[in-house]
């Protein structure tokens, strides 16, 4: 029979532990006795018969079931600030959208897509997240993210249940510091042999396009540098450290804030963009509000 000890006290407790490191950093940051933290984490590995932390150094770090506790301290508190949010938006005529952003999306696509939610009669709280493609994925899986806008879809036959939307797709265009762009810009793309160019890392879905395209074109660049982060890769285009494709829907938008004017067109190099979603059908309204902005012609 299991006991019935365990409670949200104690697992929040061993939470606060967990992260801090350390009782006494807990206690200091929770403004309670060391003693009282002590005894909590002590009834909660009572009452489950496992050592739930364990020293390492001077912290406190968690055990094998530790980590297991801990994955599920995280949804249970996630779970309880969603539902604290979703009542007081709830009470004020919101809607919630809490949304993740691969790092390779430009930056300037997602406010876009996202800027069709601020335009519904019903008021939308955004919440955004950039991180990392795969761990976006699995934040979603766990019900963290009600949907990820990224620029790559979802390899068929994974072990996680999340379905691809395409929303559109935009040609490129190679863009430069006006001092770069007057340099290369003539017969272009052979004049692009030596150039300086600015290139995402290989594990972005378009770097494989880009390569693809200069062979094509039989032209041999300087790679200046790779970025794994869009927005960085555009912070150094717009410094002059070399060229660097972007969609031509963002044409004006490239130039107006990065001060970045057309090389030259590369018609044949097309990005995607696609929202992953936990279900085959999208439902939130929300994001039927981002599909429609899409099929009025967002990447015309």
Do not use: C, W
């Given at each position: 029979m299991k006991n019935?000890?365990?409670?949200?006290?104690?697992?929040?407790?061993?939470w606060m532990v967990a992260k801090e490191g350390g009782v006494t950093r807990a206690a200091e940051r929770l403004g309670l006795a060391v003693q009282t933290i002590s005894m909590q984490l002590a009834s909660l590995e009572q009452s489950i018969g496992k050592q739930l932390l364990e020293p390492q150094g001077r912290r406190l770090v968690p055990t094998e079931a530790g980590k297991l506790a801990l994955s599920y301290c995280e949804q249970i508190f996630l779970l309880g600030d969603q539902l604290q949010?979703?009542?007081?938006?709830?009470?004020?005529?919101?809607?919630?959208l809490t949304v993740g952003i691969s790092d390779s999306l430009p930056k300037l696509i997602a406010f876009r897509l996202l800027q069709a939610t601020q335009q519904m009669d019903t008021r939308v709280h955004l919440v955004c997240m950039e991180d990392e493609f795969e761990n976006l994925l699995a934040d979603l899986a766990l019900g963290k993210l009600d949907v990820v806008l990224t620029d790559r879809t979802v390899r068929a036959g994974?072990?996680?249940?999340?379905?691809?939307?395409l929303l559109g797709e935009s040609d490129m265009k190679l863009f430069g510091v006006p001092r770069l762009a007057r340099k290369y810009r003539r017969d272009f793309p052979a004049s692009l042999h030596g150039a300086p160019l600015l290139v995402p890392t290989r594990n972005n879905a378009l770097r494989g396009r880009i390569d693809a395209w200069l062979v094509e074109h039989k032209v041999r660049p300087q790679i200046v540098a790779e970025f794994e982060d869009n927005a960085m890769l555009n912070t150094f285009g717009r410094n002059g450290l070399g060229l660097f494709f972007a969609p031509s829907a963002l044409a004006q938008d490239i130039e107006?804030?990065?001060?970045?004017?057309?090389?030259?067109?590369?018609?044949?190099?097309r990005e995607h963009f696609y929202a992953i979603s936990?279900?085959?059908?999208?439902?939130?309204?929300?994001?039927e509000a981002i599909l429609g902005a899409v099929h009025r012609g967002l990447f015309a």
């Open positions: 019935s000890g365990l409670n949200f006290r104690h697992l929040y407790f061993f949010d979703a009542l007081e938006e709830a009470e004020n005529d919101k809607m919630r994974g072990s996680l249940k999340v379905f691809s939307h107006d804030q990065f001060g970045a004017v057309l090389v030259g067109d590369a018609p044949e190099l936990n279900a085959r059908k999208i439902t939130h309204p929300a994001i």
